[in-house]
């Protein structure tokens, strides 16, 4: 092997070296943005089935319930910003709840910030919604 054929390997890793590391953070990038819908529809679920624990037409106490167990769900994460959770109001016995949670996902505070080096807030809004259902032999 000549020293040309040396060089040739030492430009060939040089070039590949960095794509594939583009391509394994773009990998792991998806997943962050995956678990992020998992963890999201998780607490708007969650949310949902606790507000239907509240008393029947208690639109005040099903309400609190929902938006406690939404921010608690949702507070663990540091890159995982709870915003406001529409509906999850009051019910009537045997009926449902509909709750919409929205959230900011911040992937300026994940290691996948470099492929953004000049976007110091970058960040994506999602959305999730879930219906929790009452026992329909559940008094008011």
């Known amino acids: 092997?000549?020293?040309?054929?040396?060089?040739?390997?030492?430009?060939?890793?040089?070039?590949?070296?960095?794509?594939?590391?583009?391509?394994?953070?773009?990998?792991?990038?998806?997943?962050?943005?995956?678990?992020?819908?998992?963890?999201?529809?998780t607490a708007t679920s969650l949310a949902a089935a606790s507000a239907v624990t509240a008393p029947a037409s208690n639109d005040t106490l099903s309400?609190?319930?929902?938006?406690?167990?939404?921010?608690?769900?949702?507070?663990?994460?540091?890159?995982l910003e709870p915003g406001q959770l529409d509906g999850c109001g009051g019910y009537t016995a045997g009926g449902k709840v509909t709750c919409t949670g929205h959230a900011v996902l911040f992937l300026s505070r994940t290691p996948m910030a470099i492929l953004q080096p000049f976007n110091a807030d970058w960040q994506m809004s999602i959305q999730a919604t879930a219906t929790g259902y009452s026992s329909p032999y559940r008094s008011t």
């Open 1 to 41: 092997m000549t020293s040309r054929g040396a060089g040739q390997a030492l430009i060939e890793t040089a070039i590949t070296v960095p794509v594939l590391f583009v391509l394994l953070l773009s990998f792991l990038l998806a997943m962050v943005v995956a678990q992020a819908y998992v963890d999201l529809d």
């Open 63 to 79: 309400r609190e319930f929902a938006l406690k167990t939404y921010d608690g769900t949702l507070h663990r994460s540091s890159y």
